[in-house]
Structure formats: structure tokens, C-alpha cells
């Protein structure tokens, strides 16, 4: 079979941006000369969440995790020499969402492109933020609006950008099984829908349009039979609800898109050499099935649990899918899993399933009103849990992890300090420096006016969509858009779940727990007090909450009275609380890499306060030399990924109570 009879690959991308525009806009143009055909941008959590990078929350956080995109002349520098009338390009955005893409559309524009004919999309998906990763920054209502009137314009003035990807992503890295994953996206993608059809902005012949611009953003994990069957599921689905709640007629409209990250969360820091086979079989998941095939495929790398990927491990993930489109014969077959009655018989149960769950959330007045109520939060708490007991039991295997941990010295990871790339500390400076800048030498009575029109529009009906494309022209900056609309719609705080979670750990005499129990229990009496009290803290703009939720549930489990607030703290918060609360001890958890400037912060702000004596522990992904540092600062101890028991740690918490109290060592096996 000749090579123009083959179906044409999907979109190969790498999630990527860090540092500066120009940092990401050199590795962006480096990685479409190796091959890869779209680009998907990562932001830095100020531009997802809306600061500044000179706001207080920003501190530690720029650059790290992203590109920090401030204003329009950042957007520029972001995408020089990069054509992007002819560009695909991916931007995982949701609560800045409407205002990366007015920056997106201005650039495009000042190019020559005709915004007609932009390809590419924005996340959009402001639930999942609210679930499990927490860049949100509005209450639901008002995000619901931007997403309606976002996907309203879109349709009307960039009719081939997808305005939302429905990111059922991050539900399964909260803990989600596929039941969830697809009940739960599915539920948002109809509350976007009726939202949209409701708002009265495209006429009812138009809808279809609407539909067909609908993209979902999945993961897929290592069971690769049972991700293959999901994605199944989910098309099945999408075709039955667009056909019967939207009168879809047209089947192209109605056609199941969707891109993939493989599953980030499966990656170990323990034998990281083993993740290459993990992400492999992942993407199996995804390409396999024709009848199922994502559209688009980024990969994570090897090391993403250690740290941020260098661009040669970025390679090897972009050369995995390539060996695949071009040296296999996958693209030359029709669906090879037609007829299988065990993936059939499979995928019937995953669509019974889910749509119970959906029936389920739309009783309770659909996603918005689950949300709120706390229920989605809660279930996905708990399911983590569930899994995180079953591999710390030994019921879920992880080869490296909790089975064949023995292992030869790795040389990908010799000198794990130079196994990950680091962003320069003093680059925070630098972007800081040149946003004053920009901000001195804009039109200022421009800037201002813009800013009134848009908090006018939101304040009232009118569609914010033209009055943010207005402000990206006026040099308004990020944190300006963003708190010209927290003035108007406010802010929110979504719940943890954390209290409503059940015990997924059983206690009964002689277990693991029930011996932490007894230390808990005992060190409380030792020290005169009811309960020990523990602090669970996340400071800076780290929505990743997963980690510190399961510390949460199980510390409560074995006995702590645990103080948790969510996230996006400052140092001066966490120390407040810790005061206020007189808890035993103070645990920080931080995966975007600001814990070398948090943490110590966190540390200098207890002595000034005189409370030197508690105990502050660190989680998170933090290279050897980085803990180093922390310790030598003064941490108690410091957990990474490779720390996966959670009821080991709770017992080293204790330990590390009785030290700082001077308490005698309790020989408990714990």
C-alpha cells in the first residue's frame, strides 16, 4: 500500500512554553522544524489565573510551568516568524480563555491573517478547573457567560476555531474512572450547549455549527483496552445527545473530536525509564481504533515527574508518535476492533454506566449545580482515594513502585539535576521589568476606556467578547482584564471535598492506619491536648490539589483535626491560619516548582511570628537539591512522588511532631 493511500495522521503536538515569549517562541519554532504539525501552548499559572506577573500571588510563579503572556506585545513575541493563518494551534486556557484569544486573534490580524480562517483551540472548560485543577477565577455563572458568549462569537467571526475543549483531562488525574470521566464531561458539554441555546445569540438553524465546533480533550491511561472502549463510549454518546436534545441532523455536526495528553499521573519518579512504555501504551489507547482516534496526540515525557522536560526528552515523546504514524501500518486498515464482542460488550457497559450519571447530575440541575453543591468534588475525592488505598495495598500494581522496585543505577538520571531543565530565578525579574515598561509607554487613557466598556458590557447583557478584543488592542495587561471582571462578577472559592470524603483505608487492629492511629492518639496525650491539629497548606497559584487532598482525608482518618482552605494561599495566610488554628504542624504542597521561594517564606514568617517549634513539611515535585536546600532552610522532611504510601507519610508527620515537642521516639511500625 503506497503512502497516499494511508489515512492521514493525526495532529502531532507538544505541550510546551516556559520563561519568557521568546524562550517558548525559539522552542516552539525548533519543534515544528523536527516535525511536529501543531503547536500547543502551556501558560504560566499568573496568565491562567489572572494576575500580573508583579502581584503578590505571582511571586515564584512566573514562567515555571508556562509562558507568561501579560499583554498583546507579549503575544507578539510569542508567535514571531510563526505564520498563524497557516498554524494549528492548541491553548490550554480556561478562566482567560476569552482574553488570550482576543490576544491570539489582534496578533493574527497585525500579521495579515484574515481571522476567518484561524485554526485551533482553546480549552475553555471552566468545571474541571473548579474540580481538579483550580485555575478558576469567577463563580459559575458568570464563567458559564464567558464561555457562551466566547463560543457565540467564534462561530460568527473564527468559524473553523474550536472555542471549547471539554477537558475530561484532568478529572481522571483527580481520580475519576472512566464511568466519571465521561459522565462528567458530558454533563459540562450539555450545560455549554443549553447555555449557548438559550442565550438567544445564534439563530436555531445555526446550532449545528455550535455543535460541530464542540472538541473534548481526554486521557488516557494505561489500561489501554478499557481507554480504547471509553473513547468508544464517549462517541456513542455524543452522537445519541446531539441527535436527540439538539435535533442535529447531520452526522459530520454531530462527529465525536477530540485531542489526548496521555496520562501524566501514571508517570513514576521511581525506574522514570519506565514511563516511555507507559505513554506508548497510552497512545495506543488513542490511535488504534479508526472509528475512535483522537485528532490530535501530545505526549508527555519520561521525566515529567522529576521536573520540567529538557526540548531532547520533548523529542523523544514528538519521535514516539512519528514511528508510529510513518513506519507502521496502523493508518493503512479500517477499525481493526469492528465486531470484537468483548470490546463491544465492553463499551455497552461504559455507556449504561455513564448515562445513569448523567441522568444522576442532571436531576441535581446539571454541572453547574453539581459544582456548587460540592457532589462532583466530593465523588472524585473519594474515587482517588479508593485508588490511592489499592495501590499502597498492593491491588493495583505499579512495576517499580509497589512491585520489582530493585533496579540498576539508571544513567538517564545519573545526574538528576541535569536529568530536567530549571527556569533561571532571576527571569521573574526580567518579565516584571518589562511589564512596567509596557504599561509606561501604552496609551493609558486608551487602556482606561477599554477597561470601562468591558466592565460595562459585563455588568450588563451585552456579548464581552468585542470589548476584550478592544482591550487587547489598548495594551490593557492580563491582571487589568481579569480584575475589571472579579469587580463586577467577584471571585470563588470552590469546595474541597475533603469532609465529605469517606475512609478509603480500613483500620482494623494490627493494619498500617490503626497503628498510625494509636501514635496519633498518643502523641495528642503526650503533649495535653485533644487532637493533634495539622495545617495543610497551598500557597502561590499551584491548583493541583489531588496530593494534598489525600493527605488531608488521611490524616483525618488517623485522627488529626485537619485545617485545609483550599488552595491559591499566600505565605502570610498559611502562617495566619497556623496561628489561629494552634495546629501541631504545617504541610505545604506545591507541583508547579515556586517551593524554593514559598517555602522558606512560609518558614521565615513562623520564626518572626515566634513559633519556630512547628514543624513544616513540603510535598511536591522537588529535585534532590531543591530538598536539600529546603531541609537545610529548615524543613521537617520533604515528600515527592516516589513517597507513595500516604499513611507512611502521616506517620512520619508525628514523628517529626515528637521531635519538634521533644518527645521520646514511639516504636510503632508506622
Known amino acids: 500500500?503506497?503512502?497516499?493511500?494511508?489515512?492521514?495522521?493525526?495532529?502531532?503536538?507538544?505541550?510546551?512554553?516556559?520563561?519568557?515569549?521568546?524562550?517558548?517562541?525559539?522552542?516552539?519554532?525548533?519543534?515544528?522544524?523536527?516535525?511536529?504539525?501543531?503547536?500547543?501552548?502551556?501558560?504560566?499559572?499568573?496568565?491562567?489565573?489572572?494576575?500580573?506577573?508583579?502581584?503578590?500571588?505571582?511571586?515564584?510563579?512566573?514562567?515555571r510551568v508556562g509562558v507568561p503572556v501579560s499583554h498583546l506585545g507579549d503575544m507578539r513575541r510569542l508567535f514571531q516568524d510563526i505564520p498563524l493563518e497557516q498554524m494549528n494551534t492548541s491553548m490550554t486556557i480556561n478562566a482567560t480563555a476569552m482574553w488570550l484569544l482576543a490576544l491570539y486573534q489582534v496578533v493574527a490580524e497585525e500579521q495579515g491573517a484574515d481571522p476567518a480562517?484561524?485554526?485551533?483551540?482553546?480549552?475553555?472548560?471552566?468545571?474541571?478547573?473548579?474540580?481538579?485543577?483550580?485555575?478558576?477565577?469567577?463563580?459559575?455563572?458568570?464563567?458559564?457567560?464567558?464561555?457562551?458568549?466566547?463560543?457565540?462569537?467564534?462561530?460568527?467571526?473564527?468559524?473553523?476555531?474550536?472555542?471549547?475543549?471539554?477537558?475530561?483531562?484532568?478529572?481522571?488525574?483527580?481520580?475519576?474512572?472512566?464511568?466519571?470521566?465521561?459522565?462528567?464531561?458530558?454533563?459540562?458539554?450539555?450545560?455549554?450547549?443549553?447555555?449557548?441555546r438559550d442565550s438567544g445569540q445564534v439563530p436555531e438553524e445555526r446550532f449545528g455549527d455550535v455543535v460541530a465546533r464542540i472538541s473534548f480533550f481526554v486521557n488516557a491511561g494505561v489500561r489501554f483496552i478499557e481507554e480504547m472502549c471509553k473513547m468508544r463510549a464517549f462517541g456513542r454518546i455524543w452522537d445519541r445527545v446531539t441527535r436527540e436534545r439538539y435535533g442535529i441532523a447531520d452526522a459530520k455536526q454531530r462527529r465525536f473530536r477530540y485531542g489526548v495528553q496521555v496520562n501524566s499521573l501514571g508517570l513514576t519518579e521511581a525506574q522514570p525509564e519506565n514511563n516511555v512504555q507507559r505513554i506508548v501504551l497510552e497512545m495506543l489507547a488513542v490511535?488504534?481504533?479508526?472509528?475512535?482516534?483522537?485528532?490530535?496526540?501530545?505526549?508527555?515525557?519520561?521525566?515529567?515527574?522529576?521536573?520540567?522536560?529538557?526540548?531532547?526528552?520533548?523529542?523523544?515523546?514528538?519521535?514516539?508518535?512519528?514511528?508510529?504514524?510513518h513506519e507502521s501500518?496502523?493508518?493503512?486498515?479500517?477499525?481493526?476492533?469492528?465486531?470484537?464482542?468483548?470490546?463491544?460488550?465492553?463499551?455497552?457497559?461504559?455507556?449504561?454506566?455513564?448515562?445513569?450519571?448523567?441522568?444522576?447530575?442532571?436531576?441535581?440541575?446539571?454541572?453547574m449545580a453539581a459544582v456548587e453543591s460540592g457532589y462532583l468534588k466530593s465523588e472524585l475525592v473519594s474515587s482517588h482515594a479508593a485508588r490511592r488505598a489499592r495501590i499502597e495495598g498492593g491491588e493495583e500494581r505499579i512495576v517499580g513502585v509497589n512491585i520489582y522496585e530493585t533496579t540498576e543505577p539508571n544513567p538517564l538520571t545519573a545526574d538528576?539535576?541535569?536529568?530536567?531543565?530549571?527556569?533561571?530565578?532571576?527571569?521573574?525579574?526580567?518579565?516584571?521589568?518589562?511589564?512596567?515598561?509596557?504599561?509606561?509607554?501604552?496609551?493609558?487613557?486608551?487602556?482606561?476606556?477599554?477597561?470601562?466598556?468591558?466592565?460595562?458590557?459585563?455588568?450588563?447583557?451585552?456579548?464581552?467578547?468585542?470589548?476584550?478584543?478592544?482591550?487587547?488592542?489598548?495594551?490593557?495587561?492580563?491582571?487589568?482584564?481579569?480584575?475589571?471582571?472579579?469587580?463586577?462578577?467577584?471571585?470563588?472559592?470552590?469546595?474541597?471535598?475533603?469532609?465529605?470524603?469517606?475512609?478509603?483505608?480500613?483500620?482494623?487492629?494490627?493494619?498500617?492506619?490503626?497503628?498510625?492511629?494509636?501514635?496519633?492518639?498518643?502523641?495528642?496525650?503526650?503533649?495535653?491536648?485533644?487532637?493533634?491539629?495539622?495545617?495543610?497548606?497551598?500557597?502561590?497559584l499551584d491548583g493541583h490539589s489531588n496530593?494534598?487532598?489525600?493527605?488531608?482525608?488521611?490524616?483525618r482518618d488517623a485522627g488529626f483535626e485537619v485545617v485545609y482552605q483550599g488552595i491559591r494561599l499566600t505565605p502570610e495566610q498559611i502562617v495566619s491560619a497556623a496561628l489561629a488554628e494552634d495546629v501541631h504542624c504545617v504541610g505545604l504542597s506545591i507541583l508547579s516548582g515556586s517551593h524554593a521561594e514559598l517555602v522558606p517564606?512560609?518558614?521565615?514568617?513562623?520564626?518572626?511570628?515566634?513559633?519556630?517549634?512547628?514543624?513544616?513539611?513540603?510535598?511536591?515535585?522537588?529535585?534532590?537539591?531543591?530538598?536539600?536546600?529546603?531541609?537545610?532552610?529548615?524543613v521537617a522532611a520533604v515528600f515527592t512522588p516516589k513517597d507513595f504510601g500516604i499513611t507512611e507519610i502521616i506517620g512520619r508527620i508525628v514523628d517529626e511532631i515528637r521531635k519538634a515537642n521533644k518527645l521520646d521516639p514511639l516504636e510503632v511500625p508506622a
Open 416 to 540: 538528576l539535576d541535569g536529568a530536567i531543565m530549571t527556569v533561571d530565578p532571576a527571569n521573574e525579574a526580567r518579565v516584571v521589568a518589562a511589564l512596567h515598561d509596557w504599561r509606561d509607554n501604552r496609551d493609558e487613557a486608551r487602556a482606561t476606556e477599554a477597561l470601562a466598556a468591558l466592565k460595562k458590557a459585563a455588568a450588563g447583557s451585552d456579548n464581552m467578547m468585542e470589548a476584550t478584543v478592544e482591550c487587547a488592542r489598548a495594551g490593557v495587561t492580563t491582571g487589568e482584564w481579569s480584575w475589571a471582571l472579579r469587580d463586577v462578577f467577584g471571585e470563588f472559592r470552590a469546595p474541597t471535598g475533603v469532609s465529605s470524603a469517606p475512609v478509603a483505608v480500613t483500620a482494623e487492629a494490627g493494619t498500617p492506619l490503626a497503628l498510625v492511629r494509636d501514635k496519633v492518639a498518643r502523641t495528642a496525650a503526650d503533649l495535653g491536648t485533644g487532637r493533634l491539629r495539622l495545617l495543610v497548606g497551598k500557597p502561590g
Open 287 to 325: 490511535t488504534l481504533s479508526k472509528d475512535a482516534r483522537a485528532r490530535a496526540v501530545q505526549l508527555p515525557a519520561w521525566n515529567e515527574a522529576l521536573g520540567l522536560p529538557r526540548p531532547w526528552d520533548q523529542q523523544w515523546s514528538l519521535r514516539i508518535q512519528q514511528v508510529l504514524a
Open 329 to 367: 501500518d496502523l493508518l493503512e486498515y479500517e477499525d481493526i476492533f469492528a465486531g470484537s464482542h468483548v470490546i463491544e460488550a465492553k463499551v455497552d457497559e461504559l455507556v449504561t454506566e455513564s448515562l445513569a450519571e448523567i441522568d444522576r447530575i442532571e436531576r441535581m440541575g446539571g454541572a
Open 117 to 196: 480562517k484561524l485554526q485551533g483551540t482553546t480549552q475553555n472548560d471552566i468545571v474541571k478547573e473548579y474540580l481538579s485543577r483550580g485555575t478558576h477565577v469567577f463563580p459559575p455563572g458568570p464563567s458559564l457567560r464567558l464561555t457562551t458568549d466566547m463560543i457565540t462569537y467564534t462561530v460568527n467571526r473564527i468559524p473553523k476555531w474550536n472555542p471549547i475543549n471539554i477537558c475530561s483531562y484532568h478529572l481522571q488525574e483527580a481520580g475519576a474512572t472512566p464511568v466519571q470521566e465521561i459522565a462528567y464531561a458530558m454533563s459540562t458539554a450539555l450545560a455549554v450547549l443549553d447555555a449557548v
Open 547 to 555: 496530593g494534598a487532598e489525600q493527605i488531608a482525608v488521611r490524616a
Open 601 to 634: 517564606d512560609v518558614l521565615t514568617r513562623l520564626r518572626e511570628a515566634g513559633a519556630a517549634d512547628i514543624p513544616v513539611i513540603a510535598g511536591g515535585i522537588i529535585p534532590p537539591a531543591d530538598a536539600s536546600a529546603l531541609i537545610g532552610a529548615g
Open 1 to 63: 500500500m503506497t503512502e497516499r493511500q494511508k489515512d492521514r495522521p493525526w495532529l502531532m503536538r507538544t505541550y510546551a512554553g516556559h520563561s519568557t515569549a521568546e524562550a517558548s517562541n525559539e522552542l516552539y519554532r525548533r519543534n515544528l522544524a523536527k516535525g511536529q504539525t501543531g503547536l500547543s501552548v502551556a501558560f504560566d499559572l499568573p496568565t491562567q489565573t489572572g494576575y500580573d506577573p508583579d502581584h503578590i500571588l505571582a511571586r515564584g510563579e512566573v514562567g
